[in-house]
T-cell receptor, first 115, second 112 residues
Framework: EAQVTQNPRYLITVTGKKLTVTCSQNMNHEYMSWYRQDPGLGLRQIYYSMNVEVTDKGDVPEGYKVSRKEKRNFPLILESPSPNQTSLYFC??????????????FGAGSRLTVL | QQQVKQSPQSLIVQKGGIPIINCAYENTAFDYFPWYQQFPGKGPALLIAIRPDVSEKKEGRFTISFNKSAKQFSLHIMDSQPGDSATYFCAANIQGAQKLVFGQGTRLTINP
């Protein structure tokens, strides 16, 4: 089944404790992206990657890091989480800029709580 | 700043009614306007999309109406069903880029 898989789905952590949310896709998509979803703010892009070893900041990159060492994986790293990073996070992927339409496939989400 | 403004934030409709969700954008550098549907505990999924050279697109009970001059587009759901209860996001793709700008989302509830 074509999908984007995120882990963990739920996580409660404390301020300053480094964590990584993994994301993997099995569709050979070139483009991958991370979003956070907050009530009243919709989906905001954190980071994106056009291809392996190519990453760039989205609209709300502060406090996050990413890497794209393999085409299928795009982990999101919070080096020193703070309470304002409590949110619902989504990883998404798509074929890429030459696909004719930017159709994103989303993962099921990771709900993060930072105490 | 490229923005998409979505309204209402929440909407309750009786079964069989026609909920309408509206979006407006502030510049013309968008070339593709999708709507995503999100059920509780799931990620958003593409529902229907339209390009700016078309004024209306219909897929089953879902219709997008697009008004290029007013920079507005809307989603209509005909004969709404309780199973349509979800959060709906409009979005706009930045022309020449691989970037979707999302609206704030609308939580739709269809009462039986």
């Amino acid at each position: 089944e074509a999908q984007v898989t995120q882990n963990p789905r739920y996580l409660i952590t404390v301020t300053g404790k480094k964590l990584t949310v993994t994301c993997s896709q099995n569709m050979n998509h070139e483009y991958m992206s991370w979003y956070r979803q907050d009530p009243g703010l919709g989906l905001r892009q954190i980071y994106y990657s056009m291809n392996v070893e190519v990453t760039d900041k989205g609209d709300v990159p502060e406090g996050y890091k990413v890497s794209r060492k393999e085409k299928r994986n795009f982990p999101l790293i919070l080096e020193s989480p703070s309470p304002n990073q409590t949110s619902l996070y989504f990883c998404a992927s798509s074929l890429g800029v030459y696909s004719g339409a930017n159709v994103l496939t989303f993962g099921a989400g990771s709900r993060l709580t930072v105490l | 700043q490229q923005q998409v403004k979505q309204s209402p934030q929440s909407l309750i409709v009786q079964k069989g009614g026609i909920p309408i969700i509206n979006c407006a954008y502030e510049n013309t550098a968008f070339d593709y306007f999708p709507w995503y549907q999100q059920f509780p505990g799931k990620g958003p999924a593409l529902l229907i999309a339209i390009r700016p050279d078309v004024s209306e697109k219909k897929e089953g009970r879902f219709t997008i109406s697009f008004n290029k001059s007013a920079k507005q587009f809307s989603l209509h759901i005909m004969d709404s069903q309780p199973g349509d209860s979800a959060t709906y996001f409009c979005a706009a793709n930045i022309q020449g880029a691989q970037k979707l700008v999302f609206g704030q989302g609308t939580r739709l509830t269809i009462n039986p």
